[in-house]
């Protein structure tokens, strides 16, 4: 069993605008992403599917900073959200471990996701679990 933490800013202080990302969600996530490290949380999973790429990229930047500031060892694996932006060439970045497949993914794209390293898929039954499993889902 994995300790999986997701983000969700719109649970944060902020205005959650649509697509953007405010100076107090963007310190409340990179925060928690520090408050996780330090739990021993093994995989962060950063969820903000509306961000434009340009936003993204600072918000991963930070909580790859915060994960490293505050984690034990190597701290969590940060996987981004397939549903993002331009999250495919994001996951390349340095401090980023892959990508997370929402749910209705299809086999085949778990071995595209691979080339941008771990893969952790969504799963609603047990079936699409043995699914993930075979297709070689890492988590």
């Given at each position: 069993m994995h300790l999986y933490a997701i983000t969700d800013r719109r649970l944060l202080p902020g205005p959650h605008e649509s697509?953007?990302?405010s100076a107090a969600?963007?310190?409340g996530l990179v925060g928690l992403?520090?408050?996780?490290?330090?739990?021993?949380?093994?995989?962060?999973?950063?969820?903000?599917?509306?961000?434009a790429a340009p936003e993204l990229r600072v918000l991963v930047e930070e909580v790859v900073a915060a994960i490293r500031e505050?984690?034990?060892?190597?701290?969590?694996?940060?996987?981004?959200?397939?549903?993002?932006?331009d999250a495919w060439e994001l996951s390349r970045m340095r401090g980023?471990?892959?990508l997370h497949l929402p749910g209705k993914w299809?086999?085949?794209?778990v071995g595209w996701?691979?080339?941008?390293?771990?893969?952790s898929v969504g799963c609603h039954s047990v079936g699409e679990v043995a699914v993930?499993?075979?297709?070689?889902a890492d988590i």
């Open positions: 697509g953007k990302l969600e963007r310190d992403a520090g408050e996780w490290a330090a739990m021993g949380v093994e995989f962060v999973q950063l969820r903000e599917k509306d961000l505050r984690g034990s060892g190597s701290g969590p694996r940060l996987l981004l959200n397939a549903g993002a932006p980023v471990a892959g299809k086999a085949e794209q996701a691979r080339i941008c390293g771990m893969v993930a499993r075979v297709a070689g």
